[in-house]
Structure formats: structure tokens, C-alpha cells
């Protein structure tokens, strides 16, 4: 079966700003409606998001969920409508499985510095009435150059990396892996022939593995692996 694959400009994201807030969406979110911005698998919103001192976010689910928080620049604080509330900090993900009709808010702790955060929403059929909400850790400079994964749940697995320039590195995938989704933290990539800067994405589709090299130092990458549930 031959590998599709789709890039995702990061210039071509759409984007939701206030004084005190602005928001990246690598898919059609909210007022940001675009045909060809569809989601990938079970992944539906992959939101950038900055966040102003002091200030709070609040968001709504029409769909049972599961949340995934990264902090790429300081610490947030979070807390929903089901009694869920904790602390996570750059260098760790957090993951919470939300039931339609929920409500959360993220909130940046700092007084005046900003955070910045990447948000992503998956799509959990019959998912179990309860709330699950676990953080993972990984040390990116003491594994440098190595994929740190995780299993979180319904299929879902996460792999990040940092790489020196001009590292070169193959992810092997699962055999039931339906589709990947990589996204550049930071610098640029060359990614299965492709070439991608920061906060550029890459859906693929039929991969077995994922075959990359840094083009700039300290290059991190993040990648969400949909597999059959």
C-alpha cells in the first residue's frame, strides 16, 4: 500500500489573537474554517497557544476526548468541570480523557511572563465514564538524539525527539498504525522527503516508519501515532 502524506504550513495555520492571548490551529477550529485543513484520523485540533501572564483560557467539548497538554515554554496550571486540576510544566505531557459536555481551563501561573502550549484533541468513541488524567515525563538533553514514546491510551502513542544537526533518525511505527502526525517544535527537519521548518506538521498515512534528519541544531520534533483501538 503506497505511504500518503500531507503537509501543514505552519504560515498557512489559521489564527485567533487578543492583547492577551493568541491561538495557531493546524486544523479548522472556531472561526478558522478551512476545506483542506481537515483532521487527520482521530486528531482534530492541534492549537499553538500563548498565553499572557495571569490570564485563563476556557474551552468546551462536544465530544468525548482525550486532551493532550505539552508546555513548550514555561508551566500551566489546569482544572475542568469534572474536578480534574494539577500543574504541568515544560519537559512533561499531560493527558486527560474528557466525557462530551465538559468544560476546562488552562491558566498561565506567572505574573507577567508568557507560556506558550500546544493543545491536541483525539476523538474517543464509547469512551468509559470516568476521568483519566495522567502526566509523562522525559528528560529531552539527557536522551538527546534518541525518540522518548509513550503509550497513552485508545490506540494513542507519543514520541518526541531532540536532535543535533544533521542527526539522522528512523521511527518505526506500529503494524497497525493507521496514521502519524509530526509537528516541529523547533527547527527545521527533513522529514520523509520532505521539508519541514518550525511548527510545520506532516500527516502520514500507510507509514511503517518515519525516516528524518535535523538540519539545525536542537531540532525537536513531536509526533502522535493513531493506532487501531
Known amino acids: 500500500m503506497e505511504q500518503q ?3 501543514f504550513l505552519s504560515e498557512e495555520r489559521g489564527v485567533a489573537q487578543l492583547d ?4 495557531y490551529n493546524t486544523f479548522s477550529f472556531g472561526n478558522y474554517q478551512n476545506k483542506y485543513k481537515t483532521p487527520v484520523n482521530r486528531l482534530y485540533v492541534l492549537n499553538d497557544d500563548t498565553l499572557a501572564g495571569g490570564k485563563s483560557i476556557n474551552m468546551q467539548l462536544e465530544e468525548d476526548v482525550m486532551l493532550i497538554l505539552l508546555p513548550v515554554v514555561g508551566m500551566i496550571d489546569y482544572r475542568d468541570s469534572t474536578g480534574n486540576s494539577c500543574s504541568t510544566e515544560a519537559g512533561c505531557l499531560q493527558m486527560i480523557m474528557l466525557p462530551a459536555g465538559s468544560s476546562f481551563t488552562v491558566s498561565n501561573p506567572y505574573e507577567e511572563e508568557l507560556v506558550n502550549f500546544l493543545q491536541c484533541w483525539i476523538k474517543i468513541e464509547n469512551i468509559v465514564p470516568r476521568t483519566v488524567l495522567q502526566k509523562f515525563m ?3 538533553d539527557e536522551h538527546k538524539n534518541h525518540f522518548i514514546s509513550s503509550e497513552l491510551e485508545a490506540g494513542i502513542v507519543f514520541h518526541i525527539a531532540k536532535l543535533s544537526g544533521r542527526q539522522k533518525a528512523v521511527l518505526q511505527f506500529s503494524h497497525d498504525t493507521t496514521a502519524a502526525f509530526a509537528f516541529v517544535i523547533e527547527g527545521a527537519f527533513e522529514l520523509e522527503e520532505r521539508l519541514l521548518h518550525q511548527r510545520d506538521g506532516l500527516a502520514l498515512w500507510n ?6 534528519e535535523a538540519l539545525s541544531n536542537d531540532a525537536i520534533i513531536f509526533i502522535l501515532e493513531m493506532r487501531l483501538s
Open 20 to 23: 492577551w492571548f493568541r491561538s
Open 207 to 212: 507509514s511503517k516508519k518515519a525516516e528524518m
Open 138 to 140: 522525559f528528560e529531552l
Open 5 to 7: 502524506a500531507k503537509i
